[in-house]
């Protein structure tokens, strides 16, 4: 079986995933968007299709003046005897001891249905898992930050109510990398398995393994430890000669599934960089087979993680005529005049305000006090960039009234790092032009006369920038270099491609089409 990386594009970072019978379940961080932890359904672990969220109400996401990249970092999903559960961190929330560090646990009972109220913990710390034992006790597994550094802590709680049930103690430090993180632990073949990340989320980036005989421990780490990393690697002159070659890296935050055929796989996240290593789409979620050797898990053969893998058969798999595994392609085409929601893949900015939003006659924003440069809730919503090359178009209906009232196109990735299409109004009527912000750097090109009636806005995106139209004259361009996380610096998420109203409060934009692909 052929299939390609990333299984699930765009910015779909820290993988978590289960399988009840042969339905695998995963979910991914969201952090300042809404709603959050997307939830995505599998037959076969590479064709993957969006359920929806687990979070969809503020009272289990409140976001409100998130800072960029805060939010939710790090879920993780379990089953357990029919219940499901997500354990998560918001980063913006408040816990019983005053830090912006709240642990929580929600459940349902109907995966397609809705999830429960938070159940919060009484934990420092972030990336936490939940672990069965086979005498039924539960345990938490997470990043802990004590008097004597950052390790993996561990505790008996009660998953339904999230009372604690004893006291934490640290089980593992990793094997010297920084930020030991994003713990998951497994009971394979009669032992006890703790797998994590190290390296911090960077090009250092790496998993390790650590196992013992009891869950307390004491844990042995693995002799080939880091069982998955891009560090340190670069593709060989063949490779990089290739134009159709795609480079990997900081690849981990890892978590380990076995299909019903008793094949082992890990899904972990990955970025794809563009010029001189910088990224701009995201950590995405890849896919890679487990084999196992002495009683130690070895990823992808010990190879280097490559976007065309080759693996074991699996008769869940769909084919096509060239024999790689089927796989979403993602492409949108959303006709708003037809809706009454919001397709799953849509979020917002923090918590969306609801007179802000409405269907009638396509998807109308109404533009509050807050813009795409703060952190407050602007009238705002789009999808994750998934591909460097694709085309993306909105249809807008808007008559702004002044040239405060702005409406239009989007290549968001954070408040200080953007570049939008805008139409508004100038001396002579209607006027287009883009805006790219970033930083405290703000540039704007010369506004273009727009004739009367709905306006097609477009952005044609390659791997190294974009290039904006406004009903198909070319207004400007941007390079994506100034979008990627490591021009930012200390942020977390990718490229969204959306739409917004902003500028005059009250003001009405209506979008009637949107639509994206490669």
């Not at 739409?499 to 009250?506: L, N």
């Amino acid at each position: 079986m052929k299939f390609r990386n990333p299984i699930i594009p765009g910015f779909y970072p820290d993988p978590s995933v289960c399988r009840v019978g042969s339905d695998f379940y995963l979910v991914n961080s969201s952090f300042e968007f809404f709603p959050g932890v997307p939830l995505y359904h599998s037959k076969d672990l590479v064709n993957w299709t969006q359920m929806g969220h687990v979070l969809t109400r503020k009272s289990q996401l409140p976001l409100t003046g998130a800072r960029t990249s805060g939010g939710i970092f790090a879920p993780t999903i379990r089953e357990h005897n029919g219940r499901f559960y997500m354990i998560t961190t918001n980063m913006s929330q408040q816990n019983a001891q005053g830090f912006p560090m709240q642990n929580f646990i929600v459940h349902t009972d109907d995966i397609n249905g809705e999830w429960s109220e938070q159940a919060p913990l009484d934990q420092l710390g972030i990336d936490p898992s939940l672990f069965w034992d086979d005498d039924g006790r539960c345990y938490y597994v997470g990043t802990h930050f004590g008097e004597d550094g950052q390790g993996i802590g561990q505790f008996e709680l009660n998953p339904d109510t999230g009372e604690r049930l004893s006291e934490t103690k640290i089980i593992w430090k990793g094997t010297g990398g920084k930020c030991p993180e994003g713990p998951h632990m497994y009971k394979i073949h009669g032992r006890y398995y703790l797998m994590i990340a190290e390296g911090g989320t960077e090009y250092g980036h790496m998993e390790t393994i650590a196992r013992a005989d009891h869950v307390w421990g004491p844990f042995e780490s693995c002799p080939h430890n880091p069982i998955l990393t891009h560090r340190n690697s670069m593709p060989g002159f063949e490779k990089m000669s290739d134009p159709e070659y795609v480079e990997f890296q900081g690849t981990g935050h890892a978590d380990l599934v076995d299909d019903e055929n008793g094949n082992w796989w890990l899904v972990f996240h990955g970025v794809r960089p563009t010029k001189s290593q910088l990224h701009h789409i995201g950590r995405e979620t890849m896919l890679a087979p487990v084999t196992w050797e002495d009683g130690w898990p070895v990823v992808n053969g010990g190879q280097l993680i490559e976007a065309v893998m080759d693996t074991v058969d699996s008769p869940q798999v769909q084919l096509d005529a060239n024999g790689f595994a089927r796989q979403n392609d993602y492409a949108v085409d959303a006709d708003f005049t037809r809706m009454t929601a919001l397709p799953v893949d849509w979020a917002h900015l923090r918590n969306p305000v609801p007179g802000h939003y409405r269907f009638d006659g396509g998807l109308v924003l109404t533009a509050g006090e807050d813009s795409l440069d703060g952190l407050g809730e602007p009238a705002f919503t789009g999808i994750r960039q998934r591909q460097f090359a694709l085309t993306a178009e909105a249809l807008l209906d808007f008559d702004p009234r002044s040239e405060r009232a702005q409406a239009g196109l989007t290549v968001f990735h954070t408040n200080e790092h953007h570049y939008d299409l805008i139409v508004t109004r100038g001396e002579k009527g209607r006027q287009a032009f883009l805006r790219k912000r970033v930083c405290d750097m703000v540039t704007e090109t010369a506004p273009v006369d727009l004739e009367d009636g709905p306006v097609t806005l477009g952005v044609a995106s390659e791997k190294a920038g974009y290039t904006f139209f406004a009903n198909g004259r070319e207004i400007g361009r941007g390079v994506s270099q100034l979008l990627s996380t490591e021009v930012m610096a200390g942020t977390f998420t990718g490229c969204f491609l959306g739409v917004f109203c902003q500028g005059e409060a009250g003001a009405e934009a209506r979008f009637l089409r949107f639509c994206c692909g490669r």
